[in-house]
Nanobody, 121 residues
Framework: QVQLVESGGGLVQPGGSLRLSCAVS????????MGWYRQAPGKQRELVAQ????????????YYAEDVKGRFTISRNSNNNTLYLQMNSLKLEDTSVYYC??????????WGQGTQVTVSS
């Protein structure tokens, strides 16, 4: 069974940076999607960035929401047991609870517990 634990959230000033981490325990196989979502108060949870495996080519596909392109970078370590989200040039509107999610082929998706990111001056 896959379990996820996020860390790295906190309070940062506009223009600052944070790196979120998501520790993945359990096997996710070679067909998976690993992503970061966020949910601000009163809003729906939205996809921020995602890595999707491509076992045939070996080159994963990355996706970024339009409003984080060029500022956020999603990555994972070679063992796929840690997912990262590097967030630069943070804006007030990036304030949210950030969740990681792993969806492995043939299994129900797993969510982490969330980590609060607050951008404030």
């Amino acid at each position: 069974q896959v379990q996820l634990v996020e860390s790295g959230g906190g309070l940062v000033q506009p223009g600052g940076s944070l790196r979120l981490s998501c520790a993945v325990s359990g096997s996710i196989g070679r067909n998976y999607a690993m992503g970061w979502y966020r949910q601000a108060p009163g809003k729906q949870r939205e996809l921020v960035a995602q890595i999707t495996s491509t076992p045939i080519t070996g080159t994963p596909i990355t996706y970024y929401a339009e409003d984080v392109k060029g500022r956020f970078t999603i990555s994972r370590n070679s063992n796929n047991n840690t997912l990262y989200l590097q967030m630069n040039s943070l804006k007030l509107e990036d304030t949210s609870v950030y969740y990681c999610k792993v969806a492995a082929l043939g299994s129900s998706p797993t969510w982490g517990q969330g980590t609060q990111v607050t951008v404030s001056s």
